[in-house]
């Protein structure tokens, strides 16, 4: 009992610890954003990954008020350049370095996110499905150009949003490198942003998309990105969900964590099955256990007790 209770007792307090973040930068993974009214038409994994409009702003609020500072991919490059004694910073980094990615390229990132973020004076690094050109839902070309000339950088989500460990290499190439000359000749821009779709990927996924020029990949991994974890070609990200009221509990040490576990197991499900076998394992587990749930609801109170 009293294990139990210590074990408690040291959870609850990692939640409240923050991560040192002397060199490292964290990199914080949005999908979707939705007004209180709207979310609660959304359901599956629309609504578990999307925040609404009020909670996004009060993370800005958190970030501008804790003195976090966006940054550019030029920033990023320095920053993974970096050379000399552990924790020492480029000159050219704010103190408190973050970087907001949003994949899916959805419209309801132009019509709340990124108004918001200019309010605050922040950037994102947004993610588009090429095949979504002009796309009902989805930003268009338009709107992509006018945000990049607003401090907004546009990278690649692939060309149409597919577990790239399972097709060809002919099918793979045309994911990579056709969704970034696609995105560079709409847009009039470069494209070397890239941020792999559904979080599955393997060496062969990376080496790829370096081949296809991208100099930062963004994966679903979880953890804070530092020099001495990672590089450039795969880079992790905190996932920001339905439930994330908070960013500052998002970065403590209990927080990361946790995440670290809950997204290793499953990018170790996702991989040893296939993220379409996945779901559909996924989604017999979710039915199964709301049963569970409708059984125990509608029993008679008591009726579990032996007699």
Request: glycine share 6%; hydrophobic share 40%; aromatic share 12%.
């Amino acid at each position: 009992m009293k294990t139990a209770i210590l074990l408690v007792a040291l959870g609850l307090l990692l939640y409240r610890i923050p991560v040192r973040l002397e060199d490292k930068i964290p990199v914080v993974a949005y999908h979707y954003l939705a007004t209180p009214q709207e979310i609660e038409q959304y359901e599956g994994s629309r609504l578990r990954y999307t925040v609404t409009t009020e909670v996004f702003e009060k993370h800005l609020q958190y970030l501008a008020e804790q003195g976090f500072y966006t940054i550019s991919p030029e920033q990023l490059m320095a920053f993974s350049r970096l050379t000399g004694r552990a924790g020492e910073a480029p000159a050219d980094l704010p103190p408190k370095p973050i970087i907001i990615t949003f994949d899916d390229g959805t419209a309801d990132f132009f019509n709340y996110a990124y108004p918001l973020l200019k309010r605050y004076g922040m950037s994102a690094y947004v993610f588009l499905i090429a095949a979504k050109e002009n796309a009902p839902g989805y930003i268009s070309n338009e709107q992509a150009r006018e945000m990049a000339g607003s401090g907004m950088y546009i990278g690649s989500h692939s060309l149409t949003h597919r577990d790239l460990t399972e097709i060809s290499e002919e099918e793979l190439e045309k994911e990579l490198f056709l969704s970034k000359e696609l995105l560079e000749n709409r847009l009039g821009l470069r494209v070397d942003l890239f941020s792999i779709p559904l979080g599955v990927y393997n060496e062969r996924v990376l080496l790829a998309a370096r081949r296809a020029g991208y100099r930062a990949i963004f994966t679903s991994d979880y953890d804070v990105f530092s020099f001495r974890n990672g590089d450039l070609s795969k880079i992790p990200r905190l996932a920001v969900k339905v439930e994330d009221k908070s960013l500052r509990t998002k970065l403590t040490i209990g927080s990361v964590m946790m995440g670290k576990i809950y997204y290793g197991l499953t990018g170790l499900f996702k991989s040893m099955l296939g993220f379409q076998r996945y779901q559909e394992l996924r989604k017999t587990v979710i039915r199964f256990l709301d049963m569970i749930v409708t059984s125990e609801q509608s029993r008679p109170a008591g009726s579990w007790k032996l007699n």
